[in-house]
């Protein structure tokens, strides 16, 4: 069975500060991962995909995202935070990447962004 | 990437009656997959629709709560039928294959 786990339901940095959002998966196949931003009131969008090519991603917004297939991982970083960076993140895994196959979710990580 | 149409992108409705919310894709897709998003919850799949059959539900959501159609390729709806303030979350479709990773802006329904 596939499943995600992010490791921290709320983190909080200072503006300016290096942002890391964790995140571990598991899945018997092959993944597609990915990472999702939702703002407040806002719908869902994407940051960034690992598929099968090279293991650091790099996504919008000076997001990137290291597959680290030995850890089972795949934590998204970002260098500087910005106020415009709180929002909710989602770490998301396919378990074929073929994409004939749902989605599944963590629970997500709510990022703050203190001034 | 997809274009994903969603309606309608808000309602709120009264208890005991039927939404139908429909889900349009710019391309042809095999699978069409419809999530919740309860409020501060993460995405739960509802149901698996592949065009031609009969859509395959997760454990908790059944046909006759959250029927769906598939006429073709491009297009699918989801039915909340008999809603109760329980069913009131963003319901997001999303299609698979090439196109996969992709939502619509969601339907944000509101049950009074």
Not at chain 2, 1 to 9: D, L, R, W, Y
């Amino acid at each position: 069975a596939q499943s995600v786990t992010q490791l921290d339901s709320h983190v909080s940095v200072s503006e300016g500060t290096p942002v890391l959002l964790r995140c571990n998966y598991s899945s018997s196949y092959s993944p597609s991962l990915f990472w999702y931003v939702q703002h407040p009131n806002k719908g869902l969008q994407l940051l960034l995909k690992y598929t099968s090519a090279a293991t650091l991603v790099k996504g919008i917004n000076g997001f990137e995202a290291e597959f680290k297939k030995s850890e089972t991982s795949f934590h998204l970083t970002k260098p500087s935070a910005h106020m415009s960076d709180a929002a909710e993140y989602f770490c998301v895994v396919s378990p074929h990447r073929s994409g004939n196959t749902p989605l599944v979710f963590g629970k997500g990580t709510r990022l703050s962004v203190i001034a | 990437s997809a274009v994903i149409s969603q309606k309608p992108s808000r309602d709120i409705c009264q208890r005991g009656t039927s939404l139908t919310i429909q889900c349009q894709v710019d391309s042809q897709v095999t699978m069409m997959f419809w999530y919740r998003q309860q409020p501060g919850q993460s995405l739960t799949l509802i149901a698996t629709a592949n065009q031609g059959s009969e859509a395959t539900y997760e454990s908790g959501f059944v046909i006759d709560k959250f029927p769906i159609s598939r006429p073709n390729l491009t297009f699918s709806t989801l039915t909340v039928s008999n809603m109760s303030p329980e069913d009131s979350s963003i319901y997001l479709c999303s299609p698979g294959g090439e196109t996969e990773a992709f939502f619509g802006q969601g339907t944000r329904l509101t049950v009074v």
